[in-house]
């Protein structure tokens, strides 16, 4: 977004809370720490030279990478000497005389500009839960989401790890090769497929550099914004024979990572289909896992993709090793954490550490952990009482002139992220392009437009299987959050509203002054 502001010929000052650029790579630096997005495919496609001129070594790229490849991309467009790091946004407030924000920062900062971008990030404010005795615990305790810089030995220690999701999911195989011994205390068994990494061989790097462009809009052809690349079919499950079934989950499996959701049409829409793809996965667990109660644990319940698919390297193969131990707290719940480890309703776990693979505040944390005031002093807080409401994920009604960056209600955390942001950014700037250059003062969502576009992200959330678990999507993870289905399926439809909207003139916004 800043390098396109400075394109445009405006100034910008950007404010980060972290120490460099990255944001959740910079954050997220637990052991493991990877893309489930191939890495060929998770970089941005805006400039050619720069697409050209970076080498992924891997098929996933690990954390360091990513973050190596935020570094190159902040220095290779100058971008640091407009961003202040280390600092908080506290406060923002829209002034409606002079039509301007005025940000103000824990570092004592005051500015003021026509335009505010929120590029807070969707999952950047990490969920730690409120259980009892957890201050007393005598060992040092960590977040998966704001893991240490320095990294930490875990060598010869009991470690206990809170959460099975996909931050656990990568780190609890690595965890385990170094610790003494490692109990996971798991509440909702978790699908995983396989990640099958391995290092890119530069042929397939050369065939993708060599027909960039062409790959990137294939992927913008895709609903989640990623394998466009990949054989589809537009077979529904149950269409097929059973072995052509198999064959097809196969396939899929021996691919390896979140395409497998793809192997048929109607994975995330159809019940029995679902069943179908989860049954596969389960069976593939047991396969695994050696001692069949512990096996019978790691087999999920729940509809396979509701919550987010996870991507693994050994995941379940971790739970044969002895120094392992897979505690299950839908049978034995956490009744407290003791200076001396968690008690469980079966008996204290002694650990010499604790880790909070606990995820985040997921889509609107971030958002308003930040004191944001738009017009008559209305606070996103009041505004987003029930649940988020936004026109396109974009805008706000009675916050003028403020765009959110993969906010809640667009395709955001259900696609490949830097294309998502990407779009938005471009979206952004020829919208304020737009405003300049006929001389119009602010843009808001019409409260009509934004009452249909939250209709429309539940009706279209409604006609899949997404909300028929208690995801971070729907902010069932953090207690008392309002339960409203936040993403929006489908990337493609999407990004032609968007378009469509703005080729109408910003459709659904009032352009004003
Ligand atoms: P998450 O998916 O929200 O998982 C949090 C885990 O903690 C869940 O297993 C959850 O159990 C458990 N948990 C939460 N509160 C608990 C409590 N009070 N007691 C016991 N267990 C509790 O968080 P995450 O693993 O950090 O991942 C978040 C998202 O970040 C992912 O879905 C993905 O989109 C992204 N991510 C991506 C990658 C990647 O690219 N490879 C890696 C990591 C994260 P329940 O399921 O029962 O709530």
Known sequence: MLHKVRQQGLTAQVFEAGGGVGGTWYWNRYPG??????????????????????????????QPEILK?????????????????????????????????????????????????????CLSSANTPDIPGADSFEGPTYHTGTWPHDGVDLSGQRVGIIGTGSSALQAI????????????????ATYAVPAWNRPLEPDEVAKV????????????????????????????????????????FEERWEHGGLPFLGAFTDILLDPEANEEAANFVRDRIRRVVTDP?????????????????????????????????????????????????????????????LIYATGFDAMTGALLRIDIRG???????????????????????????????????????????????????EWIADCTTHLRERGIATIEPVPQAQDNW????NMVAGFTLFPTCNSWYLGANVPGKTRVFMPLPGFTTYMEQCNLVAEQGYLGFVLAG
């Not at 407030?93 to 500015?111: H, K, L, P, S």
């Not at 693994?312 to 002895?322: K, L, Q, V």
């Not at 939250?454 to 992200?457: G, L, W």
Request: with cysteine; net charge negative; glycine share 6%.
């Open 33 to 62: 720490a990877r893309c489930d997005i191939e890495s060929m495919e998770y970089s941005y496609g805006f400039d050619e030279e720069l697409q050209q001129e970076w080498d992924w070594t891997e098929r996933y790229a690990p």
């Open 69 to 121: 490849y935020a570094d190159h991309v902040a220095d290779r467009y100058d971008l640091r000497r407009d961003i202040k790091f280390d600092t908080k946004v506290t406060s923002a407030t829209f002034d409606e005389a002079t039509n301007t924000w005025r940000v103000q920062t824990d570092a004592g900062d005051d500015v003021t500009a026509p335009y505010l971008v929120m590029a807070t990030g």
């Open 173 to 188: 195989p690595i965890i385990a090769e170094e610790a003494a011994h490692l109990t996971v205390f798991q509440r909702t």
């Open 209 to 248: 550099k060599a027909n960039y462009a062409e790959f990137r809009e294939a992927n913008r052809q895709m609903p989640a914004a990623f394998g466009g690349w990949l054989d589809h079919s537009e077979d529904t499950a149950l269409s097929v024979s059973a072995e052509e079934r198999r064959a097809r």
């Open 293 to 353: 109660k512990v096996a019978e644990r790691l087999v999920p319940d729940q509809v396979i993709g509701c919550k987010r698919l996870c991507v693994d390297t050994g995941y379940y193969e971790t739970f044969n090793r002895p120094d392992v131990e897979l505690v299950d707290l839908r049978e034995t719940p956490i009744e407290a954490i003791t200076p001396a480890g968690v008690r469980t309703s079966a008996g204290e776990h002694e650990l010499d550490a």
């Open 375 to 425: 017009r008559d002093g209305l606070t996103l807080q009041d505004a987003w009482a029930a649940g988020p409401r936004t026109y396109l994920g974009l805008g706000v009604v009675g916050f003028p002139n403020m765009f959110t960056i993969t906010g809640p209600g667009s395709p955001s955390v259900l696609t490949n992220m830097l294309v998502s942001i990407q779009q938005h950014v």
């Open 454 to 457: 939250v209709d429309y992200v």
